[in-house]
């Protein structure tokens, strides 16, 4: 059972515009969430997270969206570069509790 | 600082064989996990350990073991090594004030 889905495997996007990334969720004891951006060879790198009591949280160039009504999130890049190139995880977790993760959406950042 | 750091970064083990995974954690950081990786999915939940206590299990078999030691280091051990074994495993790290894990660059263990 699958608690964390991410759906797009992959997503191609062009320099400079703006590259989403959906994830939802069926676990609604989940109280925090997180995105995590991964290379080949590194293990994954914290991006970005939110609390279960906001909908946003913005950061630079990204930007996370909550809404719990839908148990979906989703990670906004803008302007997308091509050292965003990676595989990006979302996951979540309960009261500081272990991390259950989506299985990943490559990002590619088109030149 | 250093982030956290993972030993071996490779292993080749044969079936059947005992490995043994080291990880340490951030300076300050109490609770350690350990997730395993294999090739087109998420990492998935091992073990979670704080202040050298087990506070959670994945769904893993009994082979796999791990400890917390009082420098708050671990060691994840998988006896009898299976093929499907292989994939990446990662360690992370978490302080008491924040939720956001820190991942080493994980071991990348290869059975055959």
């Known amino acids: 059972d699958q608690q964390v889905k991410q759906n797009s495997p992959s997503l191609s996007v062009q320099e400079g515009r703006i590259s989403i990334l959906n994830c939802d969720y069926t676990?609604?004891?989940?109280?925090?969430f997180l995105w995590y951006k991964k290379y080949p060879a590194e293990g994954p790198t914290f991006l970005i997270s939110i609390s279960s009591i906001k909908d946003k949280n913005e950061d630079g160039r990204f930007t996370v969206f909550l809404n719990k009504s839908a148990k979906h999130l989703s990670l906004h890049i803008v302007p997308s570069q091509p050292g965003d190139s990676a595989v990006y995880f979302c996951?979540?977790?309960?009261?500081?509790?272990?991390?259950?993760f989506g299985s990943g959406t490559r990002l590619q950042v088109q030149p | 600082d250093a982030g956290v750091t993972q030993s071996p970064t490779h292993l080749i083990k044969t079936r059947g064989q005992h490995v043994t995974l080291r990880c340490s954690p951030i300076?300050?950081?109490?609770?350690v996990s350990w997730y395993q990786q294999v090739l087109g999915q998420g990492p998935q939940f091992i073990f979670q350990?704080?202040?050298?206590?087990?506070?959670g299990r994945g769904n893993f078999p009994d082979r796999f073991s791990a400890r917390q030691f009082p420098n708050y280091s671990s060691e994840l051990n998988v006896n009898a090594l299976l093929l499907g074994d292989s994939a990446l495993y990662l360690c992370?790290?978490?302080?008491?004030?924040?939720?956001?894990?820190?991942f080493g660059q994980g071991t990348r263990l290869t059975v055959v």
């Open positions: 992370a790290s978490t302080s008491r004030e924040n939720t956001e894990a820190f």
């Open positions: 996951a979540a977790n309960t009261g500081r509790r272990a991390l259950t």
């Open positions: 676990n609604s004891m989940f109280d925090y």
């Open positions: 350990y704080y202040e050298k206590e087990e506070r």
């Open positions: 300076s300050g950081h109490k609770s």
